[in-house]
């Protein structure tokens, strides 16, 4: 039997608990590094922002391109530079690299080079790995989300098989590492494995 589930009143429901959880600490601070002038990018990005101002979390907008990559005789290295100086600055918690990244620059480089300790999309290698060994530091925001919508609506799914579709892995260099992914337990919000 089919269920409807209500992903609106989920989602009211995990921003009102982020938002008092932050009540009682230093509100964390996301950089965003916008590349390229997508415009999907660039609504996507407007509603990441938008949704951490609702809950307290203070973002800031890196567009290290802004007014084009040729104005940069090393743009790749320009780039790097700019993630590793948000590595060192203690004020920044987590960082996320909005794809696609220009044509020419390496995204597996980009990858490489983020802080796996502020790498909040799991592209980095070491944070790869530890979701592929069933141990994360964090989870994807997508599967996260999906598990918590299945869990807040009393769906388990412990014993059961999952298909999980390819782009993700495609997106973090990982093509072909689905069946291996998909056959391997993702640990349960609840516990639940």
């Known amino acids: 039997m089919a269920k409807l589930l209500d992903g609106q009143k989920i989602s009211d429901q995990i921003r009102n608990e982020i938002k008092d959880e932050l009540l009682c600490r230093v509100p964390p601070c996301l950089a965003?590094?916008?590349c390229t002038d997508d415009p999907a990018s660039e609504i996507y990005v407007q509603r990441k922002q938008k949704a951490c101002e609702e809950v307290g979390i203070t973002t800031f907008l890196i567009r290290p391109f802004q007014g084009g990559m040729d104005k940069w005789e090393f743009p790749e290295q320009h780039l790097l530079s700019t993630i590793d100086y948000l590595n060192n600055d203690p004020a920044v918690h987590g960082i996320l690299v909005q794809l696609p990244l220009p044509r020419g620059i390496n995204q597996h480089w980009v990858f490489d080079r983020i802080n796996p300790l502020k790498d909040v999309d799991?592209?980095?290698p070491t944070n790869v790995g530890l979701l592929l060994q069933g141990?994360?530091?964090l989870?994807?925001?997508?599967p996260q989300?999906?598990?918590e919508l299945l869990v807040r609506s009393?769906?388990?799914?412990?014993g059961k098989k999952v298909a999980m579709h390819?782009?993700?892995f495609r997106n973090c260099g990982h093509t072909g590492s689905d069946t291996s992914f998909s056959s391997h337990r993702m640990p349960m919000r609840d516990g639940r494995d």
């Open 135 to 137: 141990r994360p530091r």
């Open 154 to 158: 009393g769906i388990y799914l412990a």
């Open 32 to 34: 965003v590094v916008l």
């Open 122 to 124: 799991v592209f980095s």
């Open 145 to 147: 989300g999906v598990q």
């Open 166 to 168: 390819r782009p993700w």
């Open 139 to 142: 989870i994807p925001c997508t």
